[in-house]
């Protein structure tokens, strides 16, 4: 038996070993798994991944529409959605572009993540807890994505990897004005006293996976008179920073300029807007916001916020019931007008979550956690899609919605294998 593993690949032992731990508890016995060695191994490795990015739902009212989208406006469903998840209609994991018009599957993206694993040397995820996060469409008819809390992936319209760019990369991915990637890493750590401190940064990429910049976030709090927000969770938190949003301004607004990132700091409940050109911190604000996600720079000249509104201690708790939206107007004066229609629908989020306020002030948001997506305005509900089996709700890593029109040139190319 030893003989025969030491001749299986590395991706086939971690396989063999997690089907036979799985079998090992429901007391099989090992016996068993070196009969036909691929199906069983299969069968344990897609347990692991649902156990793994699935949880039991909170409240079973949430999806009593069923799995997929539910119209409620129809009048709203327009556009496309992208959508990475664990999809309970299938139980694995995949990228979906979704034509709001019909809830059809106009294309999806099914990356191996075992492969993925065999040709990085991140140690920061296994291959059964793949979560492809904030994918960009490319226009050869690929995306780039986040393999979450490890490195960036460049697939193909058919799936291939087209490369892999080694790192510590987690949460958002947008692309700057030059058409780089930017979003947050984790950069070696500072020196002392912050050595302990996990040293969250900005990072840009090009699009061939180039590791272009990183600026940490901790030193530019620290260059612009903000060391005591850093400090009021460090030491005893060493993810003091947390930053989970980078986002660009491409316009000129009431006090930002173009080319601004409002960065999200989730921990201290900060929220930011840096100036790179100067490495100013150019305005800032600690709440109202609790735990939040997601700064959008408006083309109306306003600055918008998800608020998580959680206790982050576990069990994780929503203060209100449900997460709200916050708006920073032109005057810098916070408001929360969605507060009444975001509690009838009682959308929310723990953790995560995302958020974009559409051309007619409608906003989309993704409840990650929960594993839905809903459009609402101040009038309620429009849509809602639901990644559910009505046991479950299967986890979602940050989707993009795409107005008419606004769908990236080239997402729709097909697979031509060959």
Request: hydrophobic share 40%; charged share 20%.
């Amino acid at each position: 038996m030893s003989e025969s593993l030491g001749k299986l690949s590395w991706t086939q032992k971690v396989r063999l070993f997690a089907a036979a731990y799985l079998l090992l508890l429901n007391g099989i016995g090992l016996g068993f798994i070196f009969r036909e060695e691929l199906e069983p191994v299969a069968q344990a490795a897609n347990i692991m991944g649902q156990d793994l990015l699935t949880h039991p739902l909170t409240t079973d009212w949430r999806y009593d529409g069923g799995f997929g989208l539910e119209v409620l406006d129809p009048s709203a469903a327009e556009g496309h959605l992208l959508v990475s998840g664990f999809f309970m209609d299938e139980e694995a994991v995949s990228l979906r572009l979704i034509d709001l018009s019909s809830g059809e599957t106009l294309k999806a993206w099914t990356p191996d993540p075992y492969e993925i694993r065999d040709l990085t040397d991140s140690t920061l995820q296994t291959p059964d807890r793949f979560e492809p996060q904030s994918p960009i469409p490319m226009a050869d008819g690929g995306l780039i994505f986040i393999d979450n809390q490890g490195p960036l992936v460049r697939i193909d319209a058919c799936s291939q990897i087209v490369w892999i760019a080694e790192g510590h990369q987690h949460h958002s991915l947008e692309l700057d004005l030059e058409g780089n990637l930017i979003g947050p890493s984790v950069d070696p750590p500072l020196p002392a006293p912050y050595e302990s401190l996990r040293n969250d940064s900005i990072a840009r990429f090009s699009l061939d996976g180039d590791k272009l910049e990183s600026t940490s976030v901790a030193q530019i709090m620290i260059d612009n008179g903000l060391e005591h927000l850093l400090n009021a969770n460090f030491p005893y938190n060493k993810d003091a920073v947390h930053l989970n949003d980078v986002e660009v301004a491409r316009h000129d607004g009431p006090f930002w300029r173009v080319g601004d990132l409002a960065l999200s700091l989730r921990v201290i409940n900060l929220v930011m807007i840096y100036r790179p050109s100067t490495g100013e911190i150019v305005w800032h604000s600690v709440g109202p916001w609790q735990k939040q996600h997601d700064p959008d720079f408006n083309a109306d000249g306003t600055l918008s916020v998800f608020g998580n509104d959680t206790i982050d201690v576990e069990p994780r708790r929503l203060i209100k019931g449900h997460s709200d939206i916050y708006i920073v107007g032109r005057d810098k004066v916070i408001r929360t007008p969605y507060t009444q229609a975001m509690a009838a629908a009682q959308v929310g989020t723990e953790t995560q979550g995302l958020l974009d306020i559409l051309p007619n002030d409608d906003a989309y948001v993704e409840e990650t956690d929960r594993g839905r997506l809903v459009r609402i305005g101040a009038d309620g509900l429009k849509w809602r899609f639901n990644n559910t089996n009505g046991k479950s709700a299967g986890v979602l890593n940050w989707s993009r919605h795409y107005p008419p029109g606004e769908l990236p040139q080239g997402a729709l190319k097909p697979c031509r294998a060959g």
